[in-house]
């Protein structure tokens, strides 16, 4: 794939020179900190150590106080609760960190995960009439509920109160549950407003502790799982987001329940974000793509670590599973799109009514990967065809299905992800309404990935000294992304050569002109760039840094992005 090269602006300089000067750090360092909004040395001590103090009151959140009530009057008397969450990372993650802690005070807990393809996302009438069917009073619902409106009614008909702990954008009018926290609610007056659902069940956890009157040491073995929601979740990885992944990998690399341990049982080395973003993630949600969320709540619930073990061997059979279906999905449908001479359009829009419904959304990510345009992927679903669609940056896919809506029974989702549903004789129809209105509009600096550079470094700058400050950054994520570096007059040894099963990367040894320090270097999926580095002349490079593990020694790597003569 080729790439549109892009630079970040580069900040005031009167910023990074105090910086430099505060923190006695090189002109790079103090450049990508000012990148990241800090500008004095106090953001940058906050941001390099992060303290549990930095954490907010858990009762600042609109709600909290009513939701920490009902469950303690719920607790006393009693009650039997049931705990409900999404089928996904977050959900399953928050379901068995709010389960983990409350079953130290009742046996009256109950946890519920809805069926993704019989009940579908959120509450459902199904859930409610299971809690009902079993006495429950109470239900907790975590990583959803914010515009379950009837359903609440539904519930409250029944004798069942709600408490609802989603990080989702509400509308206009909230569900009439006895509590409803949620920061992004507008009279909601808690600082940080993109918590996960997971990381605002902590909190309602946080709360209840300190109702108690509790040590909050005692609940910082649960972060691990806050943690893993919050990598997966792709949630902003600043502010107390930040806090609480930091300390949640502490407590996965020094501490882990039983679960989260046996899924990283073969990991070697310390756990980072992209361990728990590429590891823990795909396990945990292929319990609900492939089988049932329930499957992955079991193991995250799990205390003893034999019977972990066994459970995460399952979720590893599930995921494989989930491999071998989105391989061979995403090879029909590229095989589809060129049967059908469909290279050159402004869409790629497919369907194959055996398709699995559980990752036709990751073979819409893949179809991104091999022609960037807006994408969907349709399969059967019942007497109608579903399809996750998945967009390239800069064009609102959302927008885009609601001109087309005349097509569709029902849609929904955000500026770049959307599902939908239509009927099968719409879909020619719909096909072609879509490719008009995605051509029309989708703008021309989109039609091309991008790859932004945060600062240009050139190789004589590196050293181990700048990356031990610059591995201080962790954890990456959204709005902290691992930096991506410019470099100019680079040349290879001469020893480039492809690498790996198909040989689409490379590994080669690189070194500026007129420098004499060599840098291994890895280029994943472009060895079609090797004529470039035969030619015998500079090129330039983005690329990023890393450590290579090789018979017990470490060094420093680079990780070249894209290269250009």
């Known amino acids: 794939m080729n790439y549109l090269w892009d630079f970040k602006p580069l900040p005031p300089q009167d910023i990074v020179t105090r910086l430099q000067q505060e923190l006695n750090i090189e002109q790079p360092l103090a450049t990508l900190l000012a990148q990241r909004g800090i500008t004095n040395y106090d953001q940058a001590k906050q941001f390099f150590r992060p303290s549990l103090s930095h954490l907010h009151p858990p009762f600042l959140m609109k709600g909290m106080n009513t939701a920490v009530q009902r469950i303690a009057q719920a607790l006393s008397q009693k009650e039997k609760i049931l705990i409900y969450g999404d089928y996904d990372v977050d959900g399953t993650s928050a379901v068995s960190l709010v389960y983990r802690y409350f079953s130290s005070f009742t046996t009256q807990l109950l946890t519920y995960i809805p069926d993704r393809y019989t009940e579908g996302y959120g509450i459902s009438f199904q859930g409610i009439d299971y809690a009902h069917a079993q006495g429950c009073t109470l239900i907790i619902a975590l990583d959803c509920g914010i515009k379950a409106i009837d359903k609440v009614q539904y519930a409250t008909a029944k004798g069942i109160d709600f408490i609802i702990a989603d990080h989702h954008r509400p509308g206009e009018v909230v569900p009439s ?175 194959n009514e055996y398709w699995h419904k559980g990752v036709i959304g990751i073979v819409a990510s893949r179809l991104i990967e091999h022609y960037y345009r807006p994408t969907l992927v349709f399969t059967k679903s019942g007497d109608k065809y579903a399809a996750s669609a998945r967009s390239v940056v800069g064009f609102d896919i959302y927008e885009a299905l609601e001109q087309c809506s005349d097509y569709l029974e029902q849609f929904g989702g955000h500026k770049y992800a959307a599902g939908l549903t239509l009927l099968p004789q719409q879909y020619p129809l719909f096909k072609e309404a879509f490719e008009k209105v995605v051509a029309q509009s989708l703008p021309q600096d989109s039609r091309l990935p991008k790859l932004t550079a945060d600062i240009p470094l050139p190789l004589s700058m590196l050293s181990d000294k700048f990356y031990r400050i610059l591995k201080q950054f962790e954890p990456f994520g959204p709005n902290n992304l691992p930096p991506f570096f410019y470099a100019e007059n680079v040349v290879d040894t001469g020893f480039a050569k492809p690498i790996g099963k198909d040989f689409s990367h490379l590994k080669l040894n690189v070194r500026e002109v007129g420098g004499k320090q060599l840098f291994a270097a890895v280029a994943f999926k472009l060895a079609h760039k090797l004529p470039i580095l035969q030619q015998g002349q500079p090129f330039k490079i983005i690329y990023s840094l890393e450590e290579n593990y090789w018979n017990g020694k470490v060094s420093l790597q680079l990780q070249i992005r894209d290269i250009s003569l």
Do not use: W
């Open 177 to 351: 549950a006895i509590a409803v926290l949620n920061p992004q609610q507008p009279d909601c007056p808690y600082p940080y407003k993109e918590l996960c659902g997971c990381g605002i069940g902590f909190k309602l956890v946080q709360a209840y502790q300190e109702f108690l009157g509790l040590p909050f040491d005692e609940i910082i073995p649960l972060m691990d799982l806050v943690a893993v929601a919050t990598a997966a979740d792709i949630v902003p990885m600043d502010g107390e987001n930040r806090t609480l992944m930091y300390f949640g990998l502490q407590v996965i690399n020094t501490q882990p329940s039983a679960g989260v341990k046996a899924i990283f049982a073969k990991h070697k080395g310390s756990i980072t974000v992209t361990d728990v973003v590429f590891t823990a993630a795909p396990r945990i949600n292929a319990a609900g793509r492939i089988e049932h969320g329930n499957y992955a709540v079991a193991l995250l619930t799990e205390t003893d670590q034999a019977k972990a073990i066994l459970k995460a061997k399952e979720i590893d059979t599930l995921n494989a599973h989930r491999k071998e279906l989105d391989t061979s999905m995403a090879a029909e449908a590229l095989a589809q799109i060129e049967a059908n001479a469909e290279q050159d359009r402004y869409t790629s829009v497919v369907f």
